[in-house]
């Protein structure tokens, strides 16, 4: 079984800056890829960024600039670092790994709210 669990959401002021973590555990033999991704009130989940096991970014054209994702695969873990936050990036995050026979993972999400 795998798990990945989230950390580092809560509350912020517009400009302000937060830095998110997954870590993923259990019966990983091959990490392809992960990221992040969010879904406010009323919207559907999108992503904002991800990162392969080459080394590859892509980011949301929304966030590019402003948010950072990097990895340690020692630690079989991802951060977000989130940069310049507004009022429009408020929305609950998930994390999302494609493991081992690429199958997806998500996280149990945690809130990000930005407002002053």
């Known amino acids: 079984q795998v798990q990945l669990v989230e950390s580092g959401g809560g509350l912020v002021r517009p400009g302000g800056s937060l830095r998110l973590s997954c870590a993923a555990s259990g019966s990983i033999f091959r990490i392809n890829a992960m990221g992040w991704y969010r879904q406010a009130p009323g919207k559907q989940r999108e992503l904002v960024a991800t990162i392969t096991s080459g080394g590859s970014l892509n980011y949301a054209d929304s966030v590019k600039g402003r948010f950072t994702i990097s990895r340690d695969n020692a630690k079989n873990t991802v951060y977000l670092q989130m940069s310049s936050l507004q009022p429009e990036d408020t929305a609950v995050y998930y994390c999302?790994?494609?493991?081992?026979?690429?199958?997806?993972?998500w996280g149990q999400g945690t809130q990000v709210t930005v407002s002053s």
């Open positions: 999302n790994a494609n493991l081992n026979a690429w199958r997806e993972y």
